[in-house]
């Protein structure tokens, strides 16, 4: 069936690691990735995406990777920032299936 | 700033209810996409509009309903509400036909059944 699931639901980094968001999906058929970032009160915000023709794409400070042999997308947080504190969805798209399916969300906590 | 707008921020109305939510979306967005986000849950996909017709639908009620206008925006009319309706609705959208595009989301509208 098509799923998109997060291995763990919260996440704590100290300020200034690097942080891992991991999400599994089920579907070798999805053909594209996107990952979200929700901020407490606010709508998901677009971090960065990826097709399945790729299997690393670097923006400012993330980095995602996707393993299709074992259907695993990662999001990598450079140096995290107080401001990087939110739930990070990541989301596919089933080819043909006309609709995103997202994830549950990883809750990501930044210490000082 | 995604482009996308959501009206209003805000609403609180009594079980029994009708309210309608809208929303613009950005400049040149063909497609528009509803959610509703529980506290804490996911993001269920309700339904989307692309250039005024319904193209594909999720997990919406049938006291729900949406439509999008010639101008491209759309509205989420939720009927005979019930204290389980209260979430968080977000439009989103997108330039392209098929949903596996990037969705730009917009702020939301809180909607609190009493």
């Known amino acids: 069936g098509e799923s998109v699931g997060l291995h763990l639901p919260t996440l704590s980094v100290q300020e200034g690691d690097n942080s891992i968001i991991n999400c599994a999906y089920s579907?070798?058929?999805?053909?594209?990735f996107i990952w979200y970032k929700q901020e407490s009160g606010k709508g998901p915000q677009f971090i960065i995406d990826?097709?399945?023709?790729?299997d690393k794409r670097q923006g400012q400070r993330v980095t995602v990777l996707l393993n299709k042999t074992v259907k695993h997308l990662s999001l990598q947080i450079a140096a995290t920032q107080p401001g990087d504190s939110a739930v990070y969805f990541c989301?596919?798209?089933?080819?043909?299936?006309?609709?995103?399916?997202f994830g549950q969300g990883t809750r990501l906590t930044i210490n000082p | 700033d995604s482009g996308v707008t959501q009206t209003p921020k805000h609403l609180i109305t009594a079980t029994g209810q009708r309210v309608t939510l809208r929303c613009s979306p950005r400049?040149?967005?063909?497609?528009v996409y509803w959610y509703q986000q529980s506290l804490d849950q996911g993001l269920q996909f309700l339904i989307q509009?692309?250039?005024?017709?319904?193209?594909a639908k999720g997990n919406i009620l049938e006291r729900f309903s949406a439509q999008q206008f010639p101008d491209l925006h759309s509205e989420l009319n939720l009927s005979s509400l019930e204290l389980g309706d209260s979430a968080l609705y977000f439009c989103?959208?997108?330039?392209?036909?098929?949903?596996?595009?990037?969705?730009?989301f917009g702020p939301g509208t809180r909607l609190t059944v009493l």
């Open positions: 990826i097709r399945s023709n790729m």
């Open positions: 400049s040149g967005d063909l497609s």
């Open positions: 989103a959208s997108g330039s392209h036909l098929s949903g596996g595009d990037t969705q730009y």
């Open positions: 989301a596919e798209n089933i080819q043909g299936a006309q609709k995103l399916v």
């Open positions: 579907n070798s058929a999805s053909d594209y």
């Open positions: 509009y692309y250039n005024g017709e319904e193209r």
